[in-house]
């Protein structure tokens, strides 16, 4: 599925919230909205869903707007999880998943059911736990239990709002898994988190906003190119040598020794410096780019 907001704002009283915003949000993808709290994230996340309606502008999900009676149908196909996570504690874990299974598939059979469930709490590690009662669980297993009911539809668009909170490192590793098998599937995924680190290890797209507003927003490898600062730690045998050899170098901007190297800003693209590497048959023990993660583009487009 795609996903499109077409100069949409959104005001509670005179608050204006979202700023007459424009996101194209591929098939596939797995799309980030970073920013700040208070910045507008959730927010997006409910009009996609139709849960706040739009002040100006229109949300389309698969060219359908969300406002639409039409919407209802392309919605089925629809996974989410928000931050109310929205299981019934009274309830087992295994009936939590049936009542959802229910509604998505209501003329279902009970092997067809009954096989969807097992596997999906197989593929949360809650099968074994499958007849407690989940008001015992604790925050992380509640939260693969969601997960699980996010997935109970086969979803083609899987909105994800803080996915992680709680999982341990078992979890977030699962969590991962999803996410791959998912796209690979065609599934177009929006996933926030303020976990910077591990928006990066998945997210193929970021939006930064603030205040209601798009900063930037484009594939996470355009974005690395587009605001890296170019900057470099190199190690040798003798640190003091290299870097009085790269401060005569025309494409350095500046060069300094650290505790673990030579840290060097470049005027121009990298291949400068590794041109100059092999013609002058300088000695490097390790070369590394810096100051290219999520955090830094963060830092840099948000706090600019």
């Known amino acids: ?30 799309f980030s909205i970073v920013g700040p709290n208070g910045a507008g994230k959730t927010t997006i996340i409910r009009m996609i869903l139709n849960l706040y309606n739009t002040t100006e502008g229109k ?23 928000l931050d109310n996570i929205g299981l019934f504690k009274d309830l087992s874990c295994w009936d939590n998943l049936e009542f959802f299974d229910r509604i998505y ?9 009954s096989e969807r469930i097992g596997r999906l709490l197989k593929k949360v590690d809650l099968y ?21 009911r996010a997935l109970i539809n086969e979803p083609e668009l ?23 098998e998912l796209t690979g599937k065609g599934c177009t995924i929006i996933f926030n988190s303020h976990d910077l680190n591990e928006l990066q290890e998945v997210c193929s797209h970021v939006a930064f906003l603030k205040k209601g507003n798009i900063l930037h927003v484009n594939t996470y490898n355009e974005l690395e190119k587009a605001y890296s600062d170019n900057t470099y730690v190199l ?3 003798d640190n003091n040598q290299l870097i ?17 190297g030579v840290f060097v800003q470049l005027k121009d693209e990298a291949n400068y410096l590794s041109r100059w590497i092999v013609s002058d048959n300088v000695e490097i023990l390790e070369m590394k780019r810096v100051n290219n993660d999520l955090k830094h583009l963060y830092n840099k487009i948000i706090n600019e």
């Open 158 to 180: 899987l909105i994800l709002d803080e996915p992680s909170r709680g999982l341990d490192v078992e979890g977030r590793m699962l969590l991962k898994e999803f996410i791959q």
């Open 128 to 148: 074994d736990k499958r007849s407690d009662k989940i008001s015992f669980f604790s925050r992380g297993m509640k939260q693969r239990l969601a997960i699980a």
């Open 244 to 260: 009085n050899k790269l401060k005569s170098q025309p494409f350095v901007l500046s060069c300094k020794l650290i505790e673990d």
């Open 105 to 113: 598939y209501p003329s279902a059979k009970y092997p067809e059911r």
């Open 1 to 30: 599925m795609e996903v499109k907001l077409i100069d949409v704002t959104k005001r509670i009283g005179e608050q204006e919230i979202i700023s007459k915003i424009n996101l194209h949000i591929h098939k596939g993808s797995v």
């Open 235 to 237: 190690k040798s045998e």
């Open 59 to 81: 949300v389309l999900v698969n060219n359908v707007d969300v406002s639409s009676k039409e919407y209802t149908s392309v919605r089925k196909k629809i996974g989410f999880l």
